[in-house]
């Protein structure tokens, strides 16, 4: 049974930092691109970071680029997202999702967004940010 738990939300000052983490259970990461995606209250869902596992590759939102970063541990099974440089406008709800690679990178390259390919989607954890 697939399975995505997220862990490491809760409340950062603007500035500050938060590392989510992605703890994948019944499949294999190497096989599956990873994503991160959030969403505000009264806002539409947006992907924040994806990573490809087979090869590294990762990339980013334009809003969190050169402050949020997206690692893993394929020991544990588990994918980071290191968030830096918080900002109010980054309070939400942040999901953990993953697919199959192959459908997904063709979904992308139909011009689809990230979530489309995503087929397992974690449970959600609350990130906000104030002082």
């Known amino acids: 049974q697939v399975q995505l738990v997220e862990s490491g939300g809760g409340l950062a000052q603007p500035g500050g930092s938060l590392t989510l983490s992605c703890a994948a259970s019944g499949f294999t990461l190497v096989d599956y691109v990873i994503g991160w995606f959030r969403q505000g209250q009264g806002k539409e869902r947006e992907g924040v970071s994806i990573?490809?596992?087979?090869?590294?590759?990762?990339d980013y939102a334009e809003s969190v680029k050169g402050r949020f970063t997206i690692s893993t541990d394929n020991t544990k099974n588990t994918v980071y997202l290191q968030m830096n440089r918080l900002k109010p406008e980054d309070t939400a709800v942040y999901y953990c999702a993953a697919g199959p690679l192959a459908p997904w990178a063709l979904s992308v390259g139909w011009g689809r967004p990230w979530a489309y390919g995503m087929d397992y989607w974690g449970k959600g954890i609350q990130v906000t940010v104030s002082s």
């Open positions: 990573i490809i596992l087979r090869d590294g590759r990762t």
